[in-house]
Every structure is written in C-alpha cells, then in structure tokens.
Nanobody, 120 residues
Framework: QVQLVESGGGLVQPGGSLRLSCSAS????????MGWYRHAPGKERELVAT???????NYAESVKGRFTISRDNAKNTVYLQMDSLNPEDTAVYFC??????????????WGQGTQVTVSS
C-alpha cells in the first residue's frame, strides 16, 4: 500500500512563512508529477503548484513569487515553501502524487490534508 503523509501546516501571521512537506511511502516503482492543491471554505479545490520528476514546476498565479515547490527524489518527498502569506492563503493543503507501483500500474494519490491558517 502506498500513502502520502503531509506535515508542516499550522497558524501563522500575515507576512509569515511556512514549509509543507509530503513524503510517499510503500511499494513505489516510480513517482511522476507531485504537487499541492488547496481547498478553502466556500471555494473550489485549486492547484497551488506542481513539479515533475525532472523538476519542471508550475504555479497558480496567486502564489507566483511567494511560494516555491521542490522535491527530493531520493526521499520521495515534495516540499512547498510558502512566504509572504496572507489570509487568502488560508485553506487545507493537499499533497498529490502520480505514482507507479509497478511497470504497468499507476494511481493518483492524495494526502490527508494539512490546515494552513493565516491570521493575526
């Protein structure tokens, strides 16, 4: 069984920073794209940032220049460094990974979510 485990959420003041981590564990053959999505109350789930296995990344316009996504392929881990946070960034953040468990079997995998609250 493969799972994603997230950490790093919490409460931060406007202008502050947080770093989210997400590690994949289990029977993994290969990991493709990894990323972060968020879901705020009353809003649709939205993409925050994704990164390919070759480190090509893309970002939502709302976080460009403030958030940085990176990954450590040796550790099967993806990170999201969030700087200059504002209250509009408050949401549950979900980790995502496209994982192959063998040469013929792939799955879209989601983490359990971690709460990020930006408030004074």
């Amino acid at each position: 069984q493969v799972q994603l485990v997230e950490s790093g959420g919490g409460l931060v003041q406007p202008g502050g920073s947080l770093r989210l981590s997400c590690s994949a564990s289990g029977s993994i053959f290969r990991i493709g794209r990894m990323g972060w999505y968020r879901h705020a109350p009353g809003k649709e789930r939205e993409l925050v940032a994704t990164v390919s296995s070759g480190a090509w990344s893309n970002y939502a316009e709302s976080v460009k220049g403030r958030f940085t996504i990176s990954r450590d392929n040796a550790k099967n881990t993806v990170y999201l460094q969030m700087d200059s946070l504002n209250p509009e960034d408050t949401a549950v953040y979900f980790c995502y990974a496209y994982i192959a468990t063998n040469i013929a079997t792939t799955q879209d995998l989601w983490g359990q979510g971690t709460q990020v609250t930006v408030s004074s």
